[in-house]
């Protein structure tokens, strides 16, 4: 199963020719999850191959515009194509409001039931085969960071090992689920014998627009991807505090804390043709730095790293 993450736009406030406002898509399991849909997201969605799709759930992190601007053409695009599937809406307070007074007065009559859910601190959406987790970050008083984390997968069956000790075959799907079996012979068999540990699932979090913050820092732990606001260079770093964003140096301090292995910096201001200086102040904090650019695309490897032992 593949992880992967879509950036459509990766400027900060305003577009500029080569970057468009905030949205990042995260694919898994044939869902896309986007985070923001900033002005123009859904063209970016349609060069990049996204599209909008059947499967897909909106995340806004917080209501400024260019992290919430796209939406309603998104929704009147759905409407054309008579959408018919529910589609599933997660924001902060004032998200519902935005959208029907909108479409109220634009007359978009939905084709679809919309179905809104509300973010808050500690809020964990549960999706099956993973889960959205929600804090709450630094820059509004309803601005939200997410973590998109798969949900730890099974270890392997070792099939070769329970034929060799006989365990007949109609039992090795309960040893599949972790269970416990008696054989017929009386013999008690324990799973962890021929099941390796759960593995890690994958963690991906986005910081939306924040100041750097411990909440972060605890909701990205050991993320396979952190995917940081980093609206300034160090010489604006007075900026990143009276407007609630972080610098490149920032993201990365936090990224150290965290323990991720791979930082990817976001929302670049307007004023940075060139991110590279940014890259470079993150770099000398956490190497595994890189700058997010419209169109690049993220593949998430599985981890092959055990949850626990026995
Ligand atoms: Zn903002």
Redesign the pocket.
């Known amino acids: 199963m593949s992880m992967e993450i879509i950036f459509l736009g990766t400027a900060?406030?305003v577009p500029t020719k080569t970057r468009n406002v905030s949205s990042i898509v995260v694919r898994y399991q044939g869902d896309y999850i986007f985070v923001d849909v900033g002005e123009g997201t859904q063209r970016q969605a349609m060069l990049s191959g996204v599209g909008l799709r059947k499967n897909m759930k909106i995340f806004i992190?917080?209501m400024?515009g260019?992290?919430v601007l796209g939406l309603i053409p998104m929704l009147q695009t759905m409407c054309m194509l008579r959408r018919t599937e529910p589609l599933q809406i997660y924001g902060p307070r004032g998200i519902r409001r935005f959208i029907t007074e909108n479409m109220r007065m634009l007359n978009i009559r939905p084709t679809y039931p919309l179905v809104i859910n509300y973010l808050s601190d500690g809020r964990v959406f549960d999706f099956g085969e993973y889960v959205v987790k929600v804090a709450r970050n630094e820059?509004?008083r309803y601005?939200y960071a997410l973590c998109i984390e798969e949900k730890p997968r099974p270890g392997r069956f070792d099939p070769e090992k329970a034929e060799r000790d006989g365990i007949p075959k109609h039992l090795w799907r309960l040893l599949k689920q972790g269970r416990t079996v008696t054989l017929e012979d009386g013999r008690v068999v324990d799973y962890r014998r021929y099941v390796s540990p759960p593995l890690r699932g994958r963690k991906v979090v986005i910081s939306?627009?924040t100041r750097p913050c411990r909440r972060i820092v605890s909701l990205a732990r050991d993320a396979d991807v952190l995917i940081h606001d980093a609206t300034f260079a160090s010489d604006r770093a007075e900026r990143g505090v009276e407007?609630?964003?972080s610098t490149a140096e920032e993201a990365a301090i936090v990224a150290r804390e965290a323990n991720v292995k791979v930082l990817i910096l976001t929302h670049f201001s307007a004023r940075y043709e060139n991110v590279d200086r940014l890259v470079r102040e993150a770099r000398r904090i956490f190497p595994a730095t890189f700058a997010a650019e419209d169109f690049m695309r993220v593949e998430v490897p599985p981890s092959r790293r055990p949850i626990r032992t026995w």
């Open positions: 900060g406030s992190t917080h400024h260019d992290h820059h509004d601005s939306g627009d407007t609630g964003h």
